[in-house]
């Protein structure tokens, strides 16, 4: 590896395909080609690293979302759209497995992971649809807020329900039934969420 940059996204990529309890130290040092005792030099431990490597990957995607969502600033919808793209592209390369694991063997990493969700993304998408509601472009009857907490917020369990919908369906399928279709039955003009069919 030429960075740690390059070994934290390495090692993220397989935390995420295999589960960060079932990928060991011992199968990331095989693969990178160092030692084990060479990783403890630098992570005090494997929570350590899976935190550090998770917040590489958060950093990563926080940046793209940010720079898509100002390039569309005129048009919140758009960028609500552009927000759960962006996620759906990142999210597709979790494995249940790994959420699952965070949540029972590092309690610290999970937290991390919901603050992201909950700061950066959740935040952002209520931030985007309050701003939609008060240019009119989201209907005044709405409360987007209980809308988030009932909708928006919870799409990770529809996405890993006992039926993988990564697996079943393209990205473009699941944005669309699970996204842009809702957005168009909240929207005043169907018109700004057309454009993107």
Known sequence: MESKEEFLEFAISKFLRYGSKRFTLDDLS?????SKKTIYQHFTNKEALVHES?????????????????????????GIIMIYKIGLEYLKLFSPTFLEGIKKYYPKVNEQYKNFKNREIN?????????????????????????CQLYLNHLESLLFQSNNLFDQYSNRELLENLIINYIRGIATDNH?????S
């Open 30 to 34: 095989h693969e990178i080609g160092i």
């Open 54 to 78: 998770l917040g590489f990957l958060l950093d990563k995607i926080k940046a793209e979302v940010t720079q898509s969502v100002e390039q569309v600033r005129s048009n919140p919808i758009l």
């Open 123 to 147: 935040g952002l998408v209520l931030s985007l649809l309050k701003t939609a509601q008060k240019n009119g472009q989201i209907r005044q009857n709405v409360n987007v807020e209980l809308s």
């Open 192 to 196: 700004l969420v057309m454009e993107l």
